[in-house]
């Protein structure tokens, strides 16, 4: 039971009264960190040192300096008296927020960051497992505050020494809040099945099949935190890929709300480019490149560039005398090297490292010992470097795949047994020139780069990567995926039903194994924490057309408001919509067929209204074609002609799924033409 309203101001004004002493205290830790960098400036190190000490105080200064206003805590434990389950704790009480704040350095610290271990039990104590908590508190903060104690306008309190439930009446209202602008972290609202995924072990690979408004997205980027909370915040050890930059904008302010600004956010299509895309292929040529048999014609077409029969004898100059190999020897190094299928980088160093070993031999044979540093010269040595020319040269991925793709001799030698005829057909570029200098590459001629690239030298990894919308990768992209976090873990976040890529995801086993992840284990997620019920309903009229073996998301929150509205030009009707929708709190999505979207653009610019990007802060209606509507979400949406949306693509019913569970309030569906059949019957439902 919430306490009397006397009371209630009371506790009230003692947690302002907490909150204004965390305040001064945060101040002082920025003004300390300031302090250390200048001091840290003037200590005697060595090189080395200095530099990483430096570094180390001014990457905390920023930190400190970078921290976003608002709320300093959302929750508070008291753990019970006794040892038990609260052990080392009991009798503590610690105050929750998304940073740690410290007072004097012998004291306990005034807010414990949220990754914390002894956290854990703020998210996943219950009444029949309490982890040792007797209040679980947590506060109701003034939407949109900076941070001013005033702010703090409510609380409320869940007594699990005494079983109580609590009602959640803070969290639900924290969740269903309207949305203006990017994502917002949930670090106030994580429920207990999202802190054990985000709390897994660093390097554990996890699956998350995460039905719409499950919070998937959500829990990838708080582990993406949590990761680095443990290790020793490297933000440049993490790699969040994201399907679009729209989406990127969408969660951009995520992680630096969390404290972590070192985070690099890109696409694969980014995070692989070695060119800009000048070119454009057709459908069924993109289908081909980026099938995972193009891997092995790949492989066989760089190694084709390896001739060990091409051998000729070697001689080195050695002052007066002249060294000599001959032909049959260098032919058997380049050929045991290539049996070895090492990185053709590597493998082309080892074979003049053999080679200069070779020479060596000879020249100790006559003039006795000779140094590591003589044979790396040899190594090295002009001499040595034609000799490889003939049996290892070098080769550059844009070198490979220009010949591959302008000789049609060379690719039926590198596809014999892998691809068809007519595939191989599909692939030959004509009157495309030979030699890179001067090609033009597509989107997913890059993804071919990449891969050859990978077969040449390793690419620089991360310790961890979180990929969202992961259903969509094509199996080469995955491959690009797995070459970066080789000896890394991974987070693979996606739902099937919302595949809409020619190549998405029948199932999570065989992209995993793309991955190089066969051992991840596949978590579902079916409550959307952010769906409402009426909305959800009516998505999962689509779901047994979707052609995956999903449970249909279910939705804790009641109510929500849905409707399906029959109109005769439902472009023009878009606009009284809009205006309807405008009368309530949040943020707006229009959301059409890509031509339809340019039209409606222009109709409610002209009206008047100032219009967001995908994933952008400024305006409170966005109007995006459906391609782009995958990961975000707003409080109204209008979906306009499904029927349309559904032609635009092959895969239409999972685009219109995508569609339809964007609303985390309310969902208005326009339409002239019939309704898809699994919608048809559909009729306005408010709650």
Not at 4 to 10: E, G, K, V
Not at 46 to 51: I, K, P
Not at 331 to 350: K, T
Not at 670 to 679: R, W
């Amino acid at each position: 039971m919430p306490p009397p309203d006397d009371a209630m101001h009371d506790v009230l004004q003692q947690e302002r009264t907490y909150h204004d002493r965390c305040r001064a205290a945060l101040a002082a830790m920025v003004d300390g960190a300031d302090r250390q960098v200048r001091t840290g400036e003037d200590v005697s190190a060595s090189g080395a040192d200095a530099e990483v000490l430096g570094h180390g105080l001014r990457s905390r200064a920023k930190e400190l300096r970078e921290m976003p206003a608002g709320p300093l805590f959302f929750g508070r434990m008291e753990f019970a008296p006794e040892a038990g389950a609260a052990g080392g704790h009991a009798g503590q009480a610690y105050h929750v927020g998304r940073a740690r704040i410290s007072g004097e350095p012998t004291e306990p610290p005034l807010v414990v960051d949220w990754r914390a271990p002894v956290c854990r039990a703020f998210y996943q104590a219950g009444p029949g497992d309490p982890l040792g908590l007797a209040v679980r508190r947590r506060f109701g903060w003034a939407a949109g505050s900076l941070g001013d104690s005033a702010d703090l306008t409510a609380l409320e309190d869940e007594r699990l020494d005494a079983g109580q439930a609590g009602g959640g009446r803070i969290v639900a209202e924290e969740i269903e809040r309207p949305r203006t602008g990017p994502m917002r972290d949930i670090a106030a609202t994580i429920q207990p099945g999202q802190d054990a995924l985000i709390r897994a072990a660093p390097a554990v690979s996890l699956c998350v099949q995460g039905a719409p408004g499950t919070g998937k997205t959500a829990v990838g980027l708080h582990r993406a935190a949590y990761l680095l909370y443990g290790d020793g915040r490297r933000g440049g050890s993490l790699l969040v890929l994201g399907p679009d930059r729209g989406f990127l904008d969408h969660i951009a302010e995520v992680l630096p709300s969390l404290g972590e600004t070192g985070v690099r956010q890109t696409t694969v299509e980014e995070e692989i480019a070695r060119h800009p895309v000048t070119a454009e292929d057709g459908r069924r040529t993109t289908a081909v490149k980026h099938d995972p048999r193009m891997a092995e014609v790949l492989r066989r077409a760089l190694w084709t560039r390896v001739r060990p029969e091409r051998a000729t004898p070697l001689v080195v100059p050695d002052g007066a005398r002249r060294l000599r190999v001959g032909a049959e020897p260098i032919a058997r190094i380049a050929a045991g090297v290539r049996a070895g299928e090492p990185l053709y980088d590597v493998g082309r160093e080892r074979v003049a490292e053999r080679v200069a070993a070779l020479v060596r031999a000879e020249a100790e044979r006559g003039c006795g010992p000779r140094t590591d540093g003589w044979t790396r010269r040899i190594a090295r040595s002009r001499t040595v470097a034609a000799a490889l020319r003939e049996v290892w040269p070098r080769a550059t991925p844009e070198e490979v795949l220009a010949e591959l793709l302008s000789g049609p001799a060379l690719l039926a030698e590198a596809a014999r047994g892998v691809l068809s005829q007519a595939e191989q057909a599909v692939l030959v570029r004509a009157g495309a020139p030979r030699q890179a200098r001067g090609a033009r590459w597509s989107g997913a001629d890059l993804v071919l780069l990449d891969e050859v690239a990978g077969l040449i030298e390793r690419p620089a990894g991360y310790r961890h990567i979180v990929v969202d919308e992961a259903q969509d990768l094509s199996p080469m992209q995955c491959r690009a995926v797995a070459r970066r976090a080789a000896h890394g873990s991974l987070t693979v976040l996606g739902d099937l039903a919302q595949g809409t890529t020619p190549w998405a995801a029948a199932d999570w086993p065989g992209l995993l194994a793309h991955l190089g992840r066969e051992e991840a284990v596949v978590t579902r997620l079916t409550e959307g924490f952010r769906l409402p019920a009426a909305v959800a309903e009516l998505a999962n009229r689509l779901l047994p057309e979707l052609g995956v073996d999903l449970e249909p998301v279910r939705s804790p929150r009641g109510g929500g408001e849905v409707r399906v509205e029959r109109v005769a030009t439902p472009v023009t009707s878009v606009l009284a919509a809009v205006t309807a929708a405008l009368r309530r709190p949040g943020s707006v999505g229009v959301i059409a067929a890509a031509p339809a979207a340019a039209r409606l653009r222009e109709l409610l610019t002209a009206a008047g209204h100032t219009l967001a990007r995908p994933g952008g802060t400024q305006g409170r209606v966005t109007v995006l074609p459906a391609s782009a509507a995958k990961g975000l979400e707003y409080d109204h949406v209008i979906v306009v002609e499904p029927a349309e949306i559904v032609r635009a693509e092959p895969r239409g019913l999972h685009r219109l799924y995508v569609v339809l569970t964007r609303a985390v309030s309310r969902l208005h569906v326009l339409h002239a033409e019939p309704l898809p059949e699994a919608l048809a019957g559909a009729v306005s439902a408010e709650g």
